[in-house]
Structures are given as C-alpha cells and as structure tokens.
C-alpha cells in the first residue's frame, strides 16, 4: 500500500502559489498573518498535526523555516501561532535542494533525483504525506505521484507569479472529494486523482 501524497497550498484565483516576487502577503502565507487565530489557520494547523511526512522545495522550506521554528518564542504570538510552530517544528520534513548545506528542525535534506525519492517514501510507513512548492510539486505532479490536490482559494487576483500547476504531457483527471467556505470567502476544493 503507498502512502498518499498530497499538494496543498493557498492559491489566488488566478491560480498562483505566489505573487511576483515571492509576495505570499496575499495569503498570510508569509507568516505574518494578521488572522492567524483563525478558522484557516486553524484548518492549516490541524492539517499539520495530521501529516505523517511532509515534502518542501528549497523556496518554500527558505520562507517557512525563517519564521516558524521560534514564532512561538515571540512577543505577542497567539495560542493557535504558538501550537501551529510546535507542530510544524515536530513534524517530520524532507526538503529536496541542490544548494543548501543543510536543514533543522526534524528535516532530511534530500540533493539526489527527486522523483526516486518521493517513489520510495511512498512506499515507506510514513502516514499521509504532504508535498508544497511548486517546482518540486511540478515534478511529482509529472511523474503521476500526486493522489490529491488540495486548493485553498483566496479571493484575490494576483496577476502573475508562481502558478500552482505545471504544464504537463498528459491530461489528469480528478474526482471532487470536498469543498468547504472559510470566512472571507476562502474556498477549499480537495480532489483526488482518478487512477
């Protein structure tokens, strides 16, 4: 039996990860999210509690490692800040890059192919997997590794950016699992692809 792997992220409508830029404020995904007590957050949170192994490009590991291993150190951090940085620093992490030396916090640094991995831990006993960043995600999303797709769309236009989808040679058909309304009209779709 594989474990299931899955891409989530917020996402704008237009269908961007990130702005131009790197800009996550959009989305509070940089970490400084006025509402960070809330019912997303708090989705987010939970999200991270359940996740057995969790997968992240060098981008993305950059920005989340830069403020969530001590946020629950810091003035002013609220309860759902402080359980959110005590389970994102637990969780088991690989991060797969080429030019970082090394990872903190519960995390593997993978440099070699990332495809072979991902298809290893796959088989591995690690629980639900979570994969973010979208060149990695890309690159498992072409090999036909990613067995859900989780969007959180906030409603927002960006303009440009870091696309959450790649291009891909071939068409992926999915099946609607769930859809949820958070408060602000953030809207999450979860699909799981046909196999």
Request: net charge negative; proline share 5%.
């Amino acid at each position: 039996m594989m474990g299931k792997l899955t891409f989530g992220m917020n996402v704008s409508l237009d269908g961007y990860i990130a702005a131009p830029g790197d800009d996550l404020g959009w989305s509070g995904g940089d970490g400084s999210n006025s509402s960070a007590s809330g019912e997303l957050f708090q989705w987010w949170s939970d999200r991270v509690g359940a996740t057995g192994l969790s997968l992240y490009g060098r981008k993305l590991w950059e920005n989340m490692s830069s403020h969530w291993p001590t946020a629950d150190q810091q003035p002013g951090a609220t309860p759902a800040e402080i359980e959110f940085a005590r389970r994102w620093r637990d969780m088991p992490k690989v991060v797969f890059s080429s030019t970082i030396n090394t990872v903190d916090w519960n995390t593997r640094l993978v440099t070699g192919d990332a495809v072979t991995e991902i298809t290893r831990l796959k088989t591995a006993d690690t629980g639900p997997i979570d994969i973010a960043g979208a060149t990695l995600a890309g690159a498992a999303m072409r090999a036909g590794l990613i067995d859900e797709y989780m969007l959180v769309t906030h409603p927002v236009l960006v303009g440009g950016g870091t696309p959450f989808f790649t291009a891909l040679d071939t068409w992926v058909h999915l099946n609607l699992v769930e859809t949820r309304t958070f408060p602000g009209g953030v809207v999450l779709t979860r699909y799981e692809t046909r196999r």
